[in-house]
């Protein structure tokens, strides 16, 4: 998972291209409430004074065009993807024939 912190400078940055789905996360810091920014995905479409609140995330599906972002402030965002999709082995995970007995809850 790639997260990207885009601070609230006003800057345009070309993130690269973008494999499925990926997120605009609006952090809230530095305190400021809602957000706005610019975002294009070439051969996809451009989004202007996008106003995000605080804790709100915002979905974009760039499918590998490359994406450029704007935050115009006040406060950082974050923009997160997956750069490469594993398989449960990939990622360490094995079958097991049953899941596991979990004690009663106290009470």
């Avoid at 499925?20 to 989004?47: E, F, K, R, S």
């Avoid at 599906?61 to 974050?78: D, E, H, T």
Wanted: no cysteine; charged share 10%; hydrophobic share 35%.
């Amino acid at each position: 998972m790639a997260v990207v912190n885009i601070p609230p400078n006003q800057v345009i940055y070309k993130l690269g291209a973008i494999p499925g789905t990926m997120h605009v996360y609006n952090t809230g810091n530095p305190g400021g409430g809602a957000t706005t920014y610019n975002i294009t995905i070439l051969n996809v479409g451009a989004w202007t004074d996008v106003v995000i609140q605080t804790g709100h995330t915002d979905p974009y599906q760039p499918n590998g065009n490359v994406v450029f972002v704007q935050n115009l402030g006040p406060s950082r965002l974050q923009v997160l993807y997956v750069e490469s999709e594993l398989t449960v082995e990939q990622a360490g995970g094995r079958s097991v024939k049953e899941f596991p007995v979990l004690d009663a809850p106290a009470g």
